[in-house]
C-alpha cells in the first residue's frame, strides 16, 4: 500500500509561529523501516516527535498516519508507541499493569491485557522480575518495560526519544539491536532520535541530520 | 567510639551539638510542667467518670461529622484549584496562589465574622455556615499539598498513557488520581484536625448544639462551668482522636512524590482557557467575597456607610463597657505577636537545628502542642503560671509563651526541610580551608538560617495575631486580644458592637497580610516553604 507508514509534509515545528525550531520536514518512514535523526541538543529533535505524537500542535504542515491526515487527532487516538530517555514507569502500578495499561485503555479485557502484558514482559527478557516495583529495576531493566509498554497496543508507529542515553555502552547496544529487529518484525515504522552515531546506525534503514 | 548525629558527624560546633538543650528547658517548664499541673489539677474519679460519660464522646462524634464534612467540601472546592494552579503557568498564577492562602492565614474570628457578614442574613447560625467557613479556611491546605505533589507529576508520564490510548478522563483516573492519593488523604486529615478543634468559628457561626466541638467544650467547662475533670476529659478524648489524624498525616506525607522539578504548561487551546480562567476567576471570588462583606461592613451603621466605627476605634474610645478600647487591643495584640515571634522563632530555630543533628526527640515534643487544643495550652498555663505561688499574669509573657507554644509546631515544620536543603559539603570545604567550626556552621548554614528563622517568626507572629483559644484563657478581662475583643463584641447586641468588631476583625486581616507578604519576600529569598 503506498500511503502505508508516516509521513509528513512541509511540516513546520516549533513553539510560536515566529520562531519555527527548523526548516519543513518532508519524510516518510514505510513499515519496518527506522528513520534515524541525529543533532546536537536543542536543535528540536524532540520537538519533532512531541508534534508527530500530538503533545505539541503543529505550526504548519501536515502528518499522515496511513495515509490518513492526523494533525488535529487528540493523542490518545492516534495509536503512537512513545518511548522517552526516561523510561517514565507508573510508580503505582505494577511491571504487569504498567505493560498492560495501553491494550485496557484499548478496552482489552482484564485477563487478556495480563496475559499478553506477561508474554511481553518474557519478550523483553524480564519473566524473572516480574513481581518486582518499577523501582527496583535497573536502568536497562526499566527501559526493556517502557518498550514492551509501547508495544502493547500494536502501535502504528513507534517514537523513540533518545531511549538509551541513560545506559551504558554494552545495554544500549544490545537494545538497539533488539529495537531494530522488533520494528523489522513487527512491519511498525519507527523513529529513533539520538546523538549517538553508533546507535543511530545499528537502528537506522535511513538517517537524517538536524 | 562516639555515635555520628547528623550529616555533620563530630565535626558540628559544641553550640549546635547542644542546641536541643534550650528547648528542652522551655518545653519542660513551658509545655510539660504545665500539663503536668493540668492533670493533677483534674485528674480525680470525676475524670473517669466524665470519660465514661456518653457527653463528651457525643460532641466528638457530632464534631466527627462536622469535620468530615468540612473537609468533603474543602477536597471539592480545592483538588480543580490544585490541579489549575499545579498543571498550568499562567499571568497572574503566583498572585492567585497568595490569594488561595489568605483565608488559611487569617484569624478564625475574622473567617467566622466575615462569614456572617456576607450569608448572616440567608443562613441561620448553624452547621451550613461552619461548614462552609471550615471549607474557606482550608481549602488553601488542600491546594498547597496536593497542588505539590501535583506540580511533581511528571507530565511526559501522562503523554505516555495518552499515547497508549488513554482519554483524558481515563489518565485522570487512573494516573493522576493514584498519584496524588497520598497528597489527598494527607491534606484530608489536616483539615480534618483544623475542623475538628475548631473554635472561633463555632463560637460565631455556632448554633451550641449541633456545631459544637471538644474545644469549645474545654473551654465552657473551665470558664462557665467550672468542670475541670469533665474538661480534662474532653481533652484527653481530644488529644486520642487528633493524634490518630495526624499520625495518618504524616505517615501519608511519608509517601507523598519528593518535589524535584515541577512541570507546568502554557495554556493553550479554547477549551482548556475557557476551564483555567473560570477556575482562576471563581477562586478568586470565593476568597475576595467574604472579606469585601467584612470590610463593608466595618463602614455601614444604622446611619448608613460612614466613618464612624474607624474613627471610635482610632480615638481610643472605650465604648463598651469592660471590654477595654479596641485601640489598646490592637496595640497589645501586636506587641504579643512581636514577643511570640521572638520567642518562637529562637526556640524553634534551636530545635530544628538539634533535628538536624538527629535529636528528633525535640522535634517530637515541639509537635505536642498540635495535639493538644490551643484551650488546653492556654488552660494549663493558668493553672501553672497565672496563681500563687508562680503568678506571671501580670507580667504579661504567659500570652506570648503560650502562643509560641502553638506556633513552634509550625516553625520547626518550615526550619527543619528549608536547614535540610543546605548543602553539608560546604562546611567541609570551610573547614578545609581553615575555618573553626563555628564558622565553618555558619559558612554552610548561616544565611539559609537567618532567612528562615525571619520568615518563621514572622509565621510565629501570624498565629499570635489572630489566636483565640489559648488568649481566651489568659488574656485579661478588661484588656483582651483583638480576637478575643471581637469574640466579645459580637456576643454582645447593637450595631455598634458589630461595627466596631469588623474594624477590628479588618485591621486584623490587614496586619496578617503584612506580615504574610513579608513573610513571602524571605521565603523567596531562601526557597522554603511555608504552607
Known amino acids: 500500500m503506498t500511503d502505508s507508514g508516516l509521513s509528513t509534509s512541509n511540516l513546520v515545528i516549533g513553539y510560536s509561529d515566529s520562531q519555527p525550531l527548523h526548516e519543513p520536514f518532508n519524510f516518510r518512514v514505510t513499515p519496518g523501516e527506522t528513520l534515524a535523526i541525529l543533532g546536537p ?63 485496557r485503555a484499548h478496552k482489552v479485557s482484564r485477563d487478556r491485557a495480563r496475559v499478553r502484558a506477561t508474554e511481553l514482559l518474557e519478550w523483553v527478557g524480564l519473566a524473572h522480575v516480574r513481581n518486582n516495583r518499577t523501582w527496583e529495576l535497573s536502568g536497562g531493566q526499566a527501559g526493556r518495560v517502557a518498550l514492551a509498554r509501547a508495544v502493547a497496543p500494536k502501535p502504528e508507529v513507534l517514537l523513540f526519544d533518545e531511549p ?28 529513533h532520535v539520538t546523538h549517538d552515531e553508533q546507535e543511530a546506525e545499528l537502528v537506522a534503514t535511513q538517517m537524517m541530520r538536524m | 567510639m562516639t555515635r555520628e548525629r547528623g550529616a555533620l558527624g563530630n565535626h558540628a560546633p559544641v553550640f549546635v551539638r547542644h542546641a536541643w538543650i534550650a528547648p528542652l528547658v522551655f518545653f519542660s517548664i513551658f509545655l510539660l510542667y504545665p500539663l503536668l499541673v493540668l492533670i493533677r489539677t483534674a485528674i480525680s474519679a470525676d475524670t473517669l467518670t466524665a470519660l465514661v460519660n456518653s457527653g463528651p464522646w457525643s460532641i466528638a462524634l457530632l464534631s466527627t461529622g462536622q469535620s468530615l464534612a468540612s473537609v ?131 463560637v460565631i457561626l455556632g448554633d451550641g448544639s449541633s456545631t459544637r466541638t471538644l474545644e469549645q467544650s474545654i473551654l465552657r467547662q473551665t470558664s462557665v462551668l467550672l468542670d475541670f475533670p469533665g474538661a480534662l476529659a474532653s481533652a484527653l478524648i481530644q488529644l486520642v482522636i487528633v493524634t490518630g489524624a495526624l499520625i495518618l498525616a504524616a505517615k501519608m506525607r511519608g509517601a507523598t512524590i519528593t518535589l524535584t522539578h515541577t512541570h507546568r504548561t502554557k495554556v493553550r487551546g479554547m477549551r482548556r482557557s475557557a476551564w483555567v480562567y473560570s477556575i482562576v476567576i471563581l477562586s ?140 553539608s559539603r560546604r562546611f567541609f570545604v570551610a573547614s578545609s580551608l581553615g575555618a573553626s567550626p563555628a564558622r565553618a556552621w555558619w559558612t554552610a548554614y548561616g544565611t539559609l538560617l537567618r532567612t528562615v528563622m525571619i520568615a518563621a517568626g514572622g509565621l510565629a507572629g501570624a498565629v499570635s495575631l489572630g489566636e ?50 513579608f513573610i513571602d519576600r524571605f521565603s523567596a529569598q531562601g526557597r522554603i516553604t511555608v504552607s
Open chain 2, 284 to 423: 478568586a471570588l470565593i476568597v475576595l467575597t467574604p472579606l469585601a462583606g467584612l470590610v463593608i461592613g466595618s463602614f455601614t451603621s444604622t446611619q448608613g456607610m460612614n466613618f464612624s466605627s474607624w474613627v471610635g476605634v482610632i480615638n481610643a474610645q472605650d465604648r463598651f463597657a469592660g471590654l477595654g478600647s479596641p485601640r489598646a487591643a490592637v496595640a497589645l495584640t501586636i506587641s504579643l505577636a512581636l514577643i511570640t515571634a521572638l520567642i518562637a522563632s529562637a526556640i524553634g530555630g534551636l530545635a530544628a537545628i538539634a533535628v538536624m543533628g538527629r535529636r528528633t526527640f525535640i522535634a517530637a515534643i515541639a509537635l505536642i502542642p498540635l495535639g493538644l487544643s490551643a484551650a488546653t495550652i492556654g488552660l494549663g498555663t493558668l493553672l501553672a503560671f497565672g496563681r500563687p505561688p508562680i503568678d506571671l499574669r501580670s507580667s504579661g509573657f504567659l500570652i506570648p509563651i503560650a502562643h509560641a507554644l502553638v506556633a513552634i509546631p509550625l516553625v520547626v515544620a518550615v526550619a527543619s526541610p528549608a536547614l535540610r536543603t543546605a548543602d
Open chain 2, 72 to 202: 468533603g467540601l474543602s477536597l471539592i472546592i480545592g483538588i480543580p484549584i490544585a490541579g489549575v494552579l499545579a498543571r498550568y503557568q499562567f499571568k497572574g498564577r503566583a498572585l492567585v496562589l497568595a490569594l488561595m492562602t489568605v483565608p488559611f492565614v487569617l484569624p478564625t474570628v475574622v473567617v467566622a465574622l466575615a462569614f456572617k457578614s456576607i450569608l448572616g442574613e440567608l443562613l441561620a447560625p448553624g452547621l451550613i455556615l461552619v461548614i462552609l467557613a471550615h471549607a474557606y479556611i482550608n481549602v488553601a491546605v488542600v491546594v498547597r499539598i496536593v497542588g505539590a505533589q501535583w506540580s511533581a507529576l511528571d507530565p511526559r508520564h501522562i503523554n505516555v498513557a495518552q499515547t497508549l490510548g488513554a482519554n483524558p478522563f481515563r489518565v485522570f483516573r487512573t494516573l493522576t488520581l493514584p498519584n496524588l492519593k497520598a497528597s489527598i488523604l494527607s491534606s484530608a486529615c489536616i483539615v480534618f484536625v483544623f475542623s475538628f478543634t475548631s473554635l472561633g468559628v463555632v
Open chain 1, 41 to 103: 541538543s536543542g536543535c528540536g529533535k524532540s520537538t519533532l516527535l512531541a508534534t508527530i505524537a500530538g503533545i505539541t500542535p503543529v505550526l504548519s504542515g501536515d502528518i499522515f498516519l496511513n495515509g490518513a491526515r492526523v494533525n488535529e487527532l487528540p493523542i490518545h487516538k492516534r495509536n503512537i508507541g512513545l518511548v522517552f530517555q526516561d523510561p517514565l514507569l507508573f510508580p503505582h502500578l505494577s511491571l504487569i499493569d504498567n505493560i498492560a495499561y495501553g491494550l
Open chain 2, 468 to 517: 483565640f483559644g489559648a488568649a481566651s484563657f489568659l488574656a485579661r478581662a478588661d484588656s483582651p486580644t483583638v480576637p478575643v475583643q471581637i469574640a466579645k463584641l459580637l456576643a454582645r447586641p447593637g450595631d455598634q458592637a458589630y461595627t466596631t468588631a469588623a474594624v477590628l476583625s479588618t485591621i486584623l486581616v490587614v496586619m496578617t497580610l503584612a506580615l504574610m507578604l
Open chain 1, 164 to 191: 538509551f542515553s541513560a545506559l551504558d555502552s554494552t545495554t544500549r547496544i544490545r537494545l538497539a539491536t533488539e529495537i531494530a529487529g522488533l520494528v523489522r518484525s513487527q512491519e511498525i515504522p519507527a523513529i
